[in-house]
Nanobody, 119 residues
Framework: QVQLTESGGGLVQAGGSLRLSCAAS????????MGWFRQAPGKEREFVGT????????TYADSVKERFTISRDNAKNTLYLQMNSLKPEDTAVYYC????????????WGQGTQVTVSS
């Protein structure tokens, strides 16, 4: 059974940094493009960024560009989200998700980890 487990969330002051991790099991991690999404209270879930199977290609939402960095370690079946210069508007539950390249939609989702940025 596929499991994606996020960790690393918490409370941080504005301007601070956090590193989220997403540990994958039950799937061939290196065959999946991976994504990060977030959902703030009262808002719809939004795209944060994606990374290709090899890690060589990344895309980011404009709101996080140059502040967030997605990486992966296929040997450890782990996805990362380095978040720098955090802002209060980054407060949300952050989710990782997996998708098969060339197939629409994300097939597997984690349970989420809370990130709270205080002003």
């Amino acid at each position: 059974q596929v499991q994606l487990t996020e960790s690393g969330g918490g409370l941080v002051q504005a301007g601070g940094s956090l590193r989220l991790s997403c540990a994958a099991s039950g799937l061939t991690f290196s065959m999946y493009n991976m994504g990060w999404f977030r959902q703030a209270p009262g808002k719809e879930r939004e795209f944060v960024g994606t990374i290709s199977v090899s890690g060589g290609g990344t895309t980011y939402a404009d709101s996080v560009k140059e502040r967030f960095t997605i990486s992966r370690d296929n040997a450890k079946n782990t996805l990362y989200l380095q978040m720098n210069s955090l802002k209060p508007e980054d407060t949300a539950v952050y989710y990782c998700a997996a998708t098969v390249p060339g197939v629409g939609g994300y097939h597997y989702w984690g349970q989420g980890t809370q990130v709270t940025v205080s002003s």
